[in-house]
Every structure is written in structure tokens, then in C-alpha cells.
């Protein structure tokens, strides 16, 4: 079976790039389509803090 070529990410849909630091940003889109919360505290998160948990986010100090 092979796997169906992965659709490239799109800037400003997908992601941003942090004018500050230069780093790609996920945006709250992008991370609905992935479909799971990673628990690594991404900054657009947008799944509930209880799932975060059980993902293993870091909790904030």
C-alpha cells in the first residue's frame, strides 16, 4: 500500500513565522487538521486544557 503524497503547508493558513524570534507557529488551524493535541504547549492550542493534560503539556508556573 503507499502513501498519498502529504499536501505542503501553506503560510498564513497553516503557519506564521514569529517576527521576533523567526520561528514557525502553528496556527489553531493547522492544529484542528492534525487532529490530536501533542502536549508540547503549542502557543494557538486550541484544544480544551484537559486534554492538554492527559497530552502531557507542561504545566505553566
Sequence with gaps: MSESPKKPL???VD???D???GYLVFTATYLLKRGY???SGCRHC????DE???AGRP???
Design 37 to 39: 493535541c501533542c502536549g
Design 46 to 49: 486550541p484544544y480544551p486544557p
Design 10 to 12: 501553506v503560510e498564513g
Design 15 to 17: 503557519y506564521t513565522i
Design 52 to 54: 492538554q493534560e492527559r
Design 19 to 21: 517576527p521576533a524570534t
Design 59 to 61: 504545566q505553566k508556573k
